[in-house]
């Protein structure tokens, strides 16, 4: 069996069950299941796509965009989503890298299907051949290469097999209650396996019902809440930002959801309480492109009363937190996060170095630095290389941002560490004002919460911060940037 199967036999049970609603117009499991098998035939005759071979889209959300990974399911080949904000140099660096047989792109992409010198096709005229080709595929198949953001030096692919995105799934629908009655709404681009992964294909292998927008808006997404009637869906904390300063969050009814999911950076309590007020539950999911990337999570019907926790290890994942040594270590302690399970990358493309350096004894090294309490529950403190060592003291910016967001001048932050000649490291805040604030009101409120020498020593005042495609802060480009002032 493969992840296409699923479909097909959800498209066996209730074929006129609508799988994907997209601008007004609804996809049967039946329709469904018959465009991915006349994909996958189109593919695999037409432009020789077998077992192995990289296929590449780049588009926005739409309805093929999933019918072409479950049609790679089908054939064994990897699909290579690209994210359509990179710049085309970028976008030539991964097709290459991927040794991408056939790019898919959608209109309005022209730049980068000129330059590209791989076969090109355009997503509108993909003509599809109805016939069956179904080669011997089984769940250790490796289907989806995702590239990192490329934080540091060039992104890597990270590679995820069927399995992966299977057993995913189960801790989804364990995480949110999920049965073929719901109805999900994806607004996240799936590009990432945020978008792609977190609710929208458990959604589908489980037969449920998925509402897919080409992108965020605040607008249509408070729209299809109130007369789509979803009852799941996942927002970044930037896209629940949007929603709360939209002048309809009020008016908007809320009524069908059962719960919004978020994650994928720092949650500022102030809008996990301000959903709530609106009487939505919030789950908060931890994970990576490396995870598929459900790895810890916050279950619906489970405890949610404790602040700013990101909640326990999935139910078919394992998650630690070690020391620099690796030695796991004791409840209270912070320390690096690993994961093992079958959620996690078998490797990164071609890249065994990064492989090697990523997986330490079938443990996935996340980066992350976290602390477990006595009852399990994981708190993501901060990325492993945003510490900031000053004077010998462990600073994690995330602290520092949690303590800033809480003032209501304050916007948007984020805290990087910058040489110093005395202490080796100082922590410097980027702050985006919603109203007037000076520097000495940002020291005093973080004095009444946080130890002297966590305040940073300095305070830029800018318009906006450099975020990637789900929203997290770029802070190697605010290091990149940064000049110490004169």
């Not at 808006?217 to 904390?237: F, G």
């Not at 290389?385 to 304050?410: F, T």
């Not at 020291?443 to 830029?460: C, G, N, S, Y």
Request: net charge negative; aromatic share 6%.
């Amino acid at each position: 069996m493969n992840l296409a199967d699923l479909i097909d036999r959800n498209a066996a049970f209730t074929p006129d069950k609508p799988a994907l609603n997209y601008q007004g117009e609804a996809w049967t499991y039946a329709q469904f299941a018959t465009r991915i098998r006349a994909l996958a035939h189109t593919l695999h005759t037409r432009f020789g796509v077998r077992r192995g071979d990289r296929l590449a889209i780049l588009a926005l959300n739409h309805p093929d965009y999933l019918a072409l990974l479950y049609a790679c399911a089908r054939l064994g080949a990897m699909l290579v989503p690209l994210n359509w904000r990179l710049a085309v140099p970028e976008l030539l660096f991964i097709l290459s890298d991927a040794d991408v047989r056939v790019l898919i792109v959608a209109e309005g992409f022209n730049a980068v299907a000129t330059a590209a010198k791989t076969k090109v096709v355009a997503l509108e005229e993909l003509a599809i051949a109805a016939g069956d080709s179904a080669p011997d595929v089984d769940w250790s198949t490796p289907l989806l290469i995702v590239y990192t953001a490329g934080t540091t030096g060039r992104p890597k692919g990270a590679v995820l097999t069927q399995q992966a995105l299977m057993s995913n799934a189960v801790m989804s629908q364990h995480m949110h209650g999920m049965t073929s009655d719901d109805h999900v709404l994806t607004v996240l681009p799936m590009f990432h396996v945020g978008g792609l992964n977190i609710q929208t294909t458990p959604a589908l292998q489980l037969g449920a019902t998925v509402t897919l927008h080409a992108r965020f808006s605040p607008d249509e997404t408070l729209r299809a809440i109130e007369v789509d009637k979803p009852n799941l869906t996942v927002l970044v904390p930037s896209t629940i930002q949007a929603l709360l300063e939209h002048p309809l969050w009020h008016e908007t009814s809320l009524s069908s959801l059962r719960a919004i999911t978020t994650g994928s950076t720092l949650v500022p309590q102030g809008l996990v309480d301000a959903v709530q007020a609106r009487g939505v539950p919030v789950l908060q999911v931890y994970g990576s492109t490396e995870t598929s990337p459900i790895a810890i999570y916050t279950r619906l019907g489970g405890d949610l009363s404790r602040p700013l926790s990101t909640g326990l290890p999935g139910l078919q994942c394992e998650a630690r937190i070690v020391d620099d040594a690796g030695k796991e270590v004791a409840a209270g302690t912070p320390g690096e996060v690993e994961v093992r399970g079958p959620n996690v990358l078998t490797e990164y493309w071609r890249n065994p170095a990064a492989t090697a350096e990523a997986l330490h004894y079938g443990w996935f090294r996340t980066g992350d630095i976290a602390m477990r309490d006595a009852d399990g529950y994981f708190t993501i403190h901060d990325r492993k290389k945003n510490m900031i060592i000053s004077g010998g003291e462990n600073i994690y910016p995330a602290e520092i941002e949690r303590v800033l967001l809480d003032h209501p001048s304050v916007a948007e932050v984020a805290v990087i560490g910058v040489p110093d000649p005395r202490w080796q490291e100082v922590p410097i805040g980027f702050v985006v004002a919603r109203g007037s604030v000076s520097a000495e009101d940002l020291r005093t409120h973080l004095l009444d919460q946080l130890a002297r020498f966590k305040v940073p020593r300095e305070f830029i005042f800018v318009d906006g911060l450099p975020r990637n495609a789900l929203g997290k802060v770029q802070h190697f480009r605010l290091r990149e940037n940064w000049r110490p002032s004169s």
